[in-house]
Every structure is written in structure tokens, then in C-alpha cells.
């Protein structure tokens, strides 16, 4: 290229002004509302799913998982980011974390401990699963495809 050559940008490359995402962008208080919403929501669908999968093991535990994937896969189609299904999820896993500490009596809310315990690994894995779908799931199978 000579010194009065003008290079044209790559087609791929955006044009003016591009929106910072993420951590670059500015904060928002409605977002950041709506995630402590997600969470105190979270918190409510984990102490829910306590005394239902204690109650009716078998039906119970998958009507509480089925009920937390629900809200975990919901706040991240909603909000399209990781932090839409951790925040639900973190209140979840705080409000069951406060729920083991039992009372002074020794009374606990949890039934048994099989129930506790696929209650408790079911949960975060199904947390774990909405937060790493990647985004053209969430959007369907043909879209963002390279060479398309």
C-alpha cells in the first residue's frame, strides 16, 4: 500500500459508534432491580421446592427442580446474559443454604437426605446449564451461523 492508498474496512467490521455490552456498559438501576427481583425470586422457588420435595419425595423433587430450571432458564431467555439465570440462582442456593442451618431444637426443613441431596445437586446443575447455553440455542438453530 502507498502512502496515498485509503483502505476500505473489513465488511465485518461495525461502523460508528457501537454500544458498549457487558461490563463496559453503563449501569442501569432498572437492570440492576430487575436482577436483586430475579434473586429474591429465586429465593422464594428454593424455600417452595424445600417443603414441596420434602412432602411428596419423588413428585415433589422433580415438580421443585422443574419449577427452579424454569425461573433459571427464564431469567436468561429475559435478559440474554449469564447473570439472568445466576441471579435467580443465587438467591436459590442462599435461601436452601439458610434452610440447612436448621433451628436451635434441631428441627430442619428438609425431609430426608436423599431428597436434600438431589434437591441441592439438581438445582445447581440445572443452574449451571441455563448459565453456559450459549446464545444461538436461545435464539434458534439457524441464526449466527458463519457463512450464512
Not at 4 to 23: D, F, Q, W
Not at 24 to 37: E, F, L
Not at 114 to 127: E, H, I, K, Q, R
Request: one cysteine or more; aromatic letters at 6%; glycine letters at 18%.
Amino acid at each position: 500500500m502507498s502512502g496515498g492508498e485509503r483502505r476500505e474496512p473489513h465488511p465485518r467490521t461495525p461502523a460508528g459508534n457501537v454500544a458498549a455490552t457487558g461490563l463496559a456498559a453503563p449501569v442501569n438501576p432498572g437492570r440492576i432491580a430487575s436482577y436483586v427481583g430475579l434473586a429474591l425470586l429465586g429465593a422464594l422457588v428454593g424455600i417452595a421446592g424445600a417443603l414441596v420435595q420434602a412432602a411428596w419425595f419423588p413428585a415433589g423433587l422433580m415438580l421443585a427442580l422443574l419449577a427452579a430450571g424454569g425461573l433459571f432458564y427464564g431469567g436468561r431467555r429475559v435478559f440474554d446474559t449469564q447473570l439472568g439465570a445466576l441471579a435467580p440462582a443465587a438467591g436459590w442456593l442462599i435461601s436452601i443454604v439458610v434452610l440447612l442451618g436448621g433451628r436451635p431444637e434441631g428441627d430442619y426443613v428438609f425431609g430426608g437426605e436423599l431428597g436434600l441431596t438431589l434437591f441441592m445437586l439438581g438445582g445447581m446443575a440445572v443452574a449451571v446449564i441455563c448459565a453456559t447455553m450459549s446464545r444461538s440455542l436461545l435464539r434458534g438453530a439457524d441464526s449466527d451461523r458463519p457463512g450464512k
